[in-house]
């Protein structure tokens, strides 16, 4: 594992958890709100800029050259994409902190539109999203990707996955607000029944069935997209060698991103645009039936934890990522 390259994608997280956890106290104190507001404007003008400065590096073309070399030797970037994104991204940021958007908002999902920390929630969920979204452009696209010789190693696919973990802790106030007890309530924590795990279970069947047909007709229709999608695969989990290194990843995603998208974010943002975010998360499969299916599966994660907790999404989440890794690649 390249230790240094996993140190830098968990430092790009400590900005978005630094205000995060700021943001806890802006509703009590004014100068906290203030502040909270400042940074947030600060991170948005810096995204602003930085979509701003790789437009202009789009058109002059012996310094993208150059830069394109330093960045990614031999692949070329689309600085323009990410540009754009970038721009877009911003603008939308900072459309959530006007109150009067907030307040149309609140119409359709439980937010309060005065709370400094829910404009906080939603300007942060749309930064980190549209960053997110932005990589593919720069990178040239999927099929670029896709061609990389390189692998995401096993222990970068779990670092990766802590930062998601820290901002649904952070962001439900934990040991700031809440404590341990009020923190697992909030993220919608308790113990299963066994109808619960049945139904958990069946639905893991339906979801796999699901998939496992929107591949089938994928691949015969499409065989070109299917494989450019499924060597992308290869680039991003081919770090997982084994049974347990499967289990183990398939756990972890569970747990962290249940906690983040089911836990923290749908009791405030609803299911649908929970479910938006959640696909835009998985950004990596581009616009293909892959981001179907994580649509879909979103849509039915959201339904089950509004059915019973954020245990059983954990369980159905790890369910499916589990059989993803190890069942799928031994079907026809």
């Known amino acids: 594992m390249d230790i240094s390259a996993t140190l830098i994608g968990l430092l790009a997280y400590l900005p978005f958890l630094a205000v995060a956890l700021l943001a806890q106290w802006s509703d009590r104190?004014?100068?906290?709100?203030w502040l909270t507001y400042g940074i947030v404007l600060l991170f948005d003008a810096l995204i602003a800029l930085g979509g701003s400065l790789t437009l202009l590096v789009g058109r002059h073309q012996e310094l993208r050259r150059l830069l394109s070399a330093q960045v990614v030797a031999g692949v070329p970037l689309n600085w323009d994409g990410f540009g754009l994104v970038a721009v877009g991204t911003a603008l939308l940021a900072l459309l959530f902190l006007l109150p009067p958007v907030?307040?149309?908002?609140?119409?359709?999902?439980?937010?309060?539109?005065?709370?400094?920390?829910?404009?906080?929630?939603?300007?942060?969920?749309?930064?980190?999203?549209?960053?997110?979204?932005?990589?593919?452009?720069?990178?040239?696209?999927?099929?670029?990707?896709?061609?990389?010789?390189?692998?995401?190693?096993?222990?970068?696919?779990?670092?990766?996955?802590?930062?998601?973990?820290?901002?649904?802790?952070?962001?439900?106030?934990?040991?700031?607000?809440?404590?341990?007890?009020?923190?697992?309530?909030?993220?919608?924590?308790?113990r299963f029944t066994w109808r619960e795990v049945g139904l958990t279970a069946g639905l893991a069947?339906?979801?796999?069935?699901?998939?496992?047909?929107?591949?089938?007709?994928?691949?015969?229709?499409?065989?070109?997209?299917?494989?450019?999608?499924?060597?992308?695969?290869?680039?991003?989990?081919?770090?997982?060698?084994?049974?347990?290194?499967?289990?183990?990843?398939?756990?972890?995603?569970?747990?962290?991103?249940?906690?983040?998208?089911?836990?923290?974010?749908?009791?405030?943002?609803?299911?649908?645009?929970?479910?938006?975010?959640?696909?835009?998360?998985?950004?990596q499969y581009g616009f293909t039936p892959a981001t179907l299916e994580v649509f879909g599966g979103a849509l039915l994660l959201g339904w089950l934890r509004r059915r019973t907790h954020t245990g059983a999404c954990i369980l159905l989440h790890a369910l499916y990522d589990v059989a993803g890794l190890l069942v799928f690649p031994l079907l026809p």
Not at 104 to 123: K, M, N, Q, V, W
Not at 157 to 163: C, Y
Not at 247 to 259: K, N, W
Request: proline residues 4%; hydrophobic residues 50%; aromatic residues 8%.
């Open 205 to 283: 069947l339906v979801i796999l069935t699901l998939y496992y047909g929107i591949d089938w007709v994928w691949r015969t229709l499409d065989p070109e997209n299917y494989a450019m999608v499924e060597a992308l695969g290869e680039v991003l989990y081919g770090g997982v060698t084994s049974t347990w290194r499967a289990i183990v990843v398939g756990i972890v995603a569970g747990v962290t991103e249940e906690l983040l998208f089911r836990g923290a974010l749908q009791p405030r943002f609803g299911l649908l645009l929970t479910a938006l975010l959640f696909t835009s998360a998985h950004v």
């Open 29 to 33: 104190y004014r100068t906290v709100r």
């Open 102 to 190: 907030r307040r149309g908002l609140a119409r359709l999902i439980p937010i309060d539109p005065e709370s400094c920390l829910h404009a906080t929630a939603l300007a942060l969920a749309v930064m980190a999203t549209g960053l997110n979204v932005a990589q593919v452009p720069l990178l040239g696209g999927l099929d670029v990707l896709a061609g990389s010789p390189a692998t995401v190693a096993f222990l970068d696919l779990l670092a990766s996955n802590l930062p998601i973990g820290l901002m649904a802790l952070v962001g439900v106030g934990f040991l700031v607000r809440r404590t341990l007890r009020e923190t697992g309530k909030r993220l919608g924590l308790r």
